[in-house]
């Protein structure tokens, strides 16, 4: 277990390429997994540069893969690595490394959105939230499949200071589908501003770093990918609990095109509805026809801080759905509707025994034509016939279901 201190920087002896790796062990990417190769070193060099000094560190590595980032980052003289793989067949090649870098790197065979993060470094690298960024960085080049998942996770540790935030404002330096990257660091007004825009820079400084073209990688992706860097602030910007933020953020996204207005209406029960968003908009004092990308985080954090209040004052508030009550309706209506089709088929079948009755519909005679819903009157032959069918329809109550 590394100890702060003095640290003898040396760098990795020669090792068999990445590309050589990769043939040695015969790995290759899982489509499913969204896995891509980063193979270049000079690019994975960069990409551990963005995490800035990282001499004496701990740095945890999310999906080292082959072992590219994981090179860059032994050579940058840190005083212990921990690697997170979820895949097996990367272990053999990163254990290869790991003996060229003895007591420095720590292999776990686990999925990163489940491992707890908490207790993998000395309590000595600790720092207070207030203080500068303690010596504890994550890095890593994300599947595609679990960036978004995970970034999330890690905002609501940032908030609640747990997870890999118990050490203090511990940075990230990760890798983003090039729209995701665009959308965590997205300014108010840009078409790229999203959910994760207002998730993402309420709790941190984001910083695009640069892009790495598709053909970089191995498989070549359809898309580009960003680099992105995280510090978490001393103060959040909103000053509410996540679960808060996240469903307001979410409810007025869910509807981007739209006035922001019709967002915060569904953060209410239908007979709450009107007087609740009347209340919540004019106590945060915002323009109900903004649309949502043009909300600034000031904006957002008087919206949470009214919501906040409204829910303080109604019991439930803040558990209610929008999407359970509205399945709850459709429920319902099907229900009702199966009911009503119930009842017409029975009518319809009383009001043929009626027709089949009448003098003149017996064999032999002219057959009456099927009951029709909403369709023209029965044709039942003279005006005799007529007459006894509506008066026995009407004894039935079924006097306006064919006039």
């Not at 998942?149 to 118990?166: D, M, Q, T």
């Not at 959308?183 to 695009?208: E, H, P």
């Not at 999407?323 to 009518?347: C, F, N, P, T, V």
């Amino acid at each position: 277990m590394a100890t702060p201190g003095k640290i003898v920087f040396t760098r990795l002896p020669p090792l068999p390429t990445i590309g050589e790796i990769i043939k040695l062990y015969k790995l290759r990417a899982e489509k499913q997994l969204s896995q891509n190769f980063l193979l270049d070193l000079r690019l994975t060099d960069k990409i551990v540069r963005q995490a800035g000094n990282l001499r004496n560190s701990c740095v945890c590595e999310v999906g080292p893969g082959p072992g590219g980032i994981t090179r860059s980052i032994l050579n940058a003289g840190i005083a212990e690595l921990l690697v997170v793989e979820k895949d097996t067949r990367f272990i053999p090649g990163l254990q290869l490394l790991a003996e060229a870098a003895p007591g420095k790197m720590r292999i776990v065979h686990g999925d990163i959105l489940t491992h707890k993060l908490e207790r993998v470094f000395p309590k000595q690298f600790q720092n207070k939230w207030e203080d500068g960024p303690p010596n504890v960085h994550i890095i890593g080049n994300l599947p595609f499949s679990v960036s978004t998942p995970l970034i999330i996770k890690w905002l609501e540790n940032i908030a609640n200071r747990s997870g890999p935030f118990v050490f203090g404002r511990t940075q990230m330096t990760l890798t983003f589908q090039k729209e995701v990257a665009e959308r965590l660091t997205a300014s108010t007004g840009s078409r790229q501003r999203s959910r994760l825009s207002i998730m993402a820079q309420y709790l941190c400084n984001v910083k695009s770093c640069f892009t790495i073209p598709g053909r970089a990688f191995v498989p070549k992706p359809k898309v580009d990918v960003g680099v992105v860097h995280f510090t978490p602030l001393v103060r959040p910007q909103i000053n509410q609990p996540f679960k808060l933020v996240e469903k307001v953020v979410r409810c007025i996204f869910s509807f981007r095109r739209k006035y922001c207005r019709k967002g915060v209406e569904i953060l209410f029960p239908e007979a709450l509805r009107l007087q609740l968003t009347e209340q919540m908009l004019c106590t945060a004092d915002v323009d109900p026809t903004l649309r949502p990308a043009e909300l600034s985080i000031p904006q957002f954090r008087a919206l949470c801080d009214a919501y906040g209040q409204l829910c303080n004052e109604n019991q439930n508030l803040l558990t209610y759905n929008f999407r359970e009550e509205l399945r709850q309706k459709k429920l319902l209506g099907k229900g009702k509707k199966s009911h009503i089709d119930e009842y017409e088929i029975s009518a319809g079948e009383k009001e043929m025994k009626i027709v089949m009755e009448v003098p003149g519909s017996q064999k032999g005679g002219a057959r009456p034509p099927k009951p029709r819903d909403n369709g023209p009157p029965l044709d039942t032959g003279d005006e005799a016939h007529r007459d006894i069918i509506c008066s026995q329809l009407a004894r039935l109550g079924l006097q306006n279901l064919h006039t």
